[in-house]
């Protein structure tokens, strides 16, 4: 009992498994709605409330997520003052991300008033991009160490022909930077869509830069997910 279909449902059973799916659903929409909303307005405008469908049940998923930064924080902060640091600046801008994301929400649903939401999203995204810098750097410098580790193995493994420890370790290293990688670009691609809310420019909050970003990382999302 492992085969695709088990592990969609273990995938789907999980929160961060659906808000990607979610995700896929939101961003697969705004392409569509960008790439026929002059050929087909009314195929477009379907596709639209498809994606602010999406994105508002998104919000709703992440209810009482700001609390995962702070847990981290509280059972593993780091193994060292640097790694510590880094934690503390990438956790607090995601716990203000999430946190604030609640009024975003609620303002556009209409529970708040309508005018907060410009505020509440800039708040947010300003925390989410804060945050995301200093998880990409704590990602970079875990992935420079393993290299370097890697190297020292595999000169060990020369000299010792046949040592399944070093192998082991070697195999371990590589899957631990191929699912840093994963968040790297995650991470990456979710800069450039809280950057086009911060700061709106013509690169970030083109159509086919937001959609292409919000697929990457999703779809990263659901490689670092996937049951093994």
């Given amino acids: 009992m492992n085969d695709t279909v088990d592990k969609l449902v273990i995938f789907l059973a999980k929160r961060d498994g659906i808000d990607k799916l979610v995700k896929t659903f939101q961003y697969v929409s705004k392409l569509v709605n960008w790439q026929v909303e002059t050929t087909h307005p009314d195929l477009a405008n379907r596709f639209k409330q498809w994606e602010v469908s999406s994105g508002l049940s998104r919000k709703a998923f992440r209810t009482g997520r700001f609390l995962t930064g702070f847990n981290g924080l509280r059972r593993n902060p780091g193994a060292t003052p640097t790694f510590k640091f880094l934690a503390v600046l990438a956790n607090a801008g995601e716990m203000v991300y999430f946190f604030f994301d609640h009024f975003l929400w609620l303002s556009r649903i209409g529970t708040l ?116």
């Fill in 113 to 228: 008033d309508a005018k907060l939401a410009k505020r509440m999203s800039f708040v947010s995204a300003f925390g989410e991009s804060f945050g995301y810098i200093f998880f990409i750097v704590s990602d970079l410098i875990v992935m420079k160490q393993g290299v370097e580790a890697e190297r020292k193995l595999m000169a060990l493994q020369e000299e010792e022909e046949n040592s399944k420890d070093a192998k082991e370790k070697i195999r371990k290293i590589r899957g631990d930077r191929g699912m840093r990688l994963m968040a790297v670009a995650a991470n990456v691609a979710d800069l450039i869509i809280a950057a086009a809310e911060i700061e709106p420019n013509p690169f970030c909050n083109h159509p086919l830069s937001l959609g292409i970003s919000g697929l990457v990382s999703a779809w990263a999302g659901w490689y670092r997910n996937w049951p093994s």
